[in-house]
């Protein structure tokens, strides 16, 4: 639903992010404010402004006020973990693929939060009700390494890291083709897509994004093997980087065409969170962990592998 607001002698010269906040529902957050003017969902006069922008006496904003969501409630769920390390403070999971991190509003079981209510009995009340303890997050479909805070203290600490950019985030991902460069990095701003908004795409004045990346193995002309590592950590980062360059991962449904992608066995996005550094938010200690590769990953390199190798065998049957 829109409604229009009128700018008072009162509000004049204040950002317009806090008058928003100011006229909307107290459930709305500052962050849903920001990102909602940065869509075009608040326009001031007819006209687009940054969440910065001083409104002025007289000016007419237009907000387009969602509908308040419905109240989640999330139980804990009986779901195995594979747990790479745990203590009072932190516990540091393999996420499987096809696993989502935490609820959202048409998924409210089976996910990674279910497990943890279960498993950690104290986890409730720490970053929320529906993302307690979670300090980053994996896309669906991305299996590998997360770390989930078990306290304040933990909570605080890590989402500090994360945002100053202290932790270590390496992955692994087959790629279409064969990279011209062995490595390097992938230096392109992201933000959302200006057409799709449930897509990112790299977009002129978006958001500073930085892959680094190395070839590890090669399979014919079909695909890379690419070890890489984030040096900073935009939604879809990786999928999107390796998009733009012309190689998106083999099996990716939203930046990629995986339709010839599934004779190898593939059915996901190939991407592995496989290792993952940190300081413990408690001694400060410096600790990396690694998350073994899930068979589904392991299955398509075999096939990848057998395809390279009967290419060879065939090539050189034909030399002699």
């Known amino acids: 639903m829109e409604e229009n ?22 459930w709305i957050s500052r962050n849903y404010v920001q990102k909602a003017i940065k869509q075009g969902q608040i326009i001031v006069n007819g006209n687009l402004k940054k969440p910065s922008y001083k409104v002025k006496n007289g000016e007419i904003i237009s907000i ?20 790479l390390y745990e203590d009072k403070d932190i516990i540091v999971v393999n996420k499987p693929p096809f696993m989502i991190v935490h609820p959202v509003y ?3 079981n089976g996910t990674l939060v279910n497990a943890l209510l279960y498993h950690c009995k104290d986890l409730q009340g720490i970053g929320g009700e529906i993302r307690p303890g979670i300090v ?22 890590l ?8 932790t270590k985030k390496n992955y692994i991902a087959l790629v279409k083709g064969i990279l011209k460069k062995k490595a390097g990095e992938i230096n392109a701003p992201i933000a959302r897509h ?3 908004r449930i897509k990112m795409a790299v977009v002129p004045g978006g958001k500073e994004s930085i892959t680094a990346y190395k070839v590890i ?3 014919k002309n ?5 070890w890489i590592r984030l040096k900073t950590g935009r939604t879809h980062q990786i999928r999107v980087h390796f998009k733009y360059i012309g190689h998106p991962l083999l099996g990716d449904e939203v930046y990629g065409n995986p339709s010839g992608d599934y004779k190898y066995d593939i059915s996901r996005q190939m991407l592995h969170a496989i290792k993952l550094g940190l300081y413990h938010p408690r001694t400060n200690e410096w600790m990396e962990f690694v998350a073994p590769i899930p068979q589904d990953f392991k299955s398509a390199i075999i096939n990848l592998d057998k395809v390279s190798r009967k290419y060879k065998r065939d090539k050189d049957s034909k030399i002699v």
Not at 64 to 83: A, F, Y
Not at 143 to 150: D, F, L, N
Not at 159 to 166: A, G, L, M, T, V
């Open 194 to 196: 200006p057409n799709i």
């Open 64 to 83: 387009e006020v969602p509908d308040k969501p419905p109240v989640i409630e999330v139980l804990p769920e009986n779901i195995q973990l594979d747990i």
């Open 106 to 108: 048409n998924k409210v």
């Open 222 to 226: 079909i695909s890379s093997l690419v």
């Open 136 to 157: 980053h997050r994996l896309d669906k479909n991305t299996s590998g390494a997360i770390v989930i805070a078990k306290n304040d203290l933990a909570h605080q600490s």
């Open 5 to 26: 607001f009128l700018v008072t002698n009162r509000e004049d010269g204040w950002r317009l992010d806090k008058y928003v906040v100011e006229k909307v529902p107290d």
């Open 159 to 166: 989402s500090k890291q994360f945002k100053e950019r202290k």
């Open 217 to 219: 193995k090669e399979f």
